[in-house]
């Protein structure tokens, strides 16, 4: 129950060992085996600014095999069970991140404007929608945090000036820190986790959210759930159909099958593309992912 209401409170929960040294070292392995193959993959060095040449792929988890344990974990998936609801499903939002560090202040939601779009309104459903960062390396060999402005995730009757302004200062802040790579951890006053390999933490997207600079190796596997209900559908569509640059595809078969024998299969896959206020990235950060997209296909 304290992590229960440690997510609705501050919008994120830690939690440590979710894999064992074992698990962690094997997805690590399996990690470089996809990073360094074929001419997107070569290793780089960490450049002047202290952020190393990335590697990411959007839906990697469903669309690669091996990293399809990690979805119905049984450890992980019983904690979310517990602090979001008995009745989860595996939601489509997942990445394998290699070098990537997200140094600006962001949500992962559909709507990331606060207070705009259905992402914001309650009063209907409840908005019930986790991910889960699982990280593989240490803070000593990283240097790798990752920040939160604790209950920035929550919806509020009407939107004081002084929200507005607190919102407006951090996305210059995150802005800036591509430029200024460690400014947005010394004006932000945010909490910053440190991870060691196979911690994971499980947070709202809502949750105003930003990596560190990093100093070394980084990987890191994403993957989300949540109470399916319009909340769900709408993340579920925004990355399926919505965002295409990034390059979803449909379930295998086989994923299919393991996710209902587990109860995690979503009982509806409705289809649109149209959510009022969805965030969209402009055109020429959506072609330029598209590209790497492609390129990694």
Avoid at 128 to 141: K, N
Wanted: proline share 6%; aromatic share 14%; no cysteine.
């Amino acid at each position: 129950m304290i992590m229960k209401d440690q997510l609705k409170r501050d919008g994120f929960v830690v939690v440590r060992g979710l894999l064992e040294p074992d698990e962690a070292r094997h997805y690590r392995n399996k990690m470089e085996t996809l990073a360094h193959a074929g001419p997107t993959g070569a290793k780089k060095a960490v450049d002047k600014r202290g952020l190393m040449t990335s590697w990411t792929l959007p839906d990697g988890v469903v669309q690669t095999p091996d990293f399809w344990p990690i979805i119905y974990n049984e450890k992980l998936v019983e904690i979310v069970r517990q602090i979001v609801s008995p009745d989860i499903r595996f939601l489509q939002h997942n990445d394998l991140h290699v070098g990537f560090s997200a140094i600006s202040w962001h949500r992962d939601s559909v709507n990331r404007e606060f207070g705009l779009g259905p992402d914001w309104q309650e009063q209907a459903e409840p908005y019930r929608l986790v991910r889960v960062g699982i990280y593989l390396q240490s803070y000593a060999e990283s240097g790798f945090r990752l920040g939160f402005i604790k209950g920035s995730h929550y919806p509020l009757p009407y939107i004081t000036f002084r929200r507005r302004l607190m919102e407006a200062r951090l996305k210059w802040i995150g802005a800036l820190s591509y430029a200024f790579v460690k400014l947005q951890t010394w004006a932000s006053n945010a909490d910053w986790i440190a991870t060691e390999p196979g911690d994971a933490i499980i947070f709202d997207p809502r949750t105003l959210h930003s990596g560190s600079y990093i100093t070394g190796p980084k990987r890191s596997i994403f993957v989300a759930y949540g109470q399916e209900n319009q909340h769900f559908y709408n993340h579920h569509n925004y990355y399926r159909h919505f965002r295409s640059e990034l390059g979803y595809r449909d379930f295998d078969p086989a994923l299919i099958l393991a996710l209902k024998e587990r109860g995690l299969y979503q009982d509806k896959t409705p289809h649109y593309t149209d959510i009022p206020a969805a965030y969209t990235p402009i055109p020429v950060v959506r072609n330029f992912i598209n590209r790497k997209v492609k390129a990694k296909g």
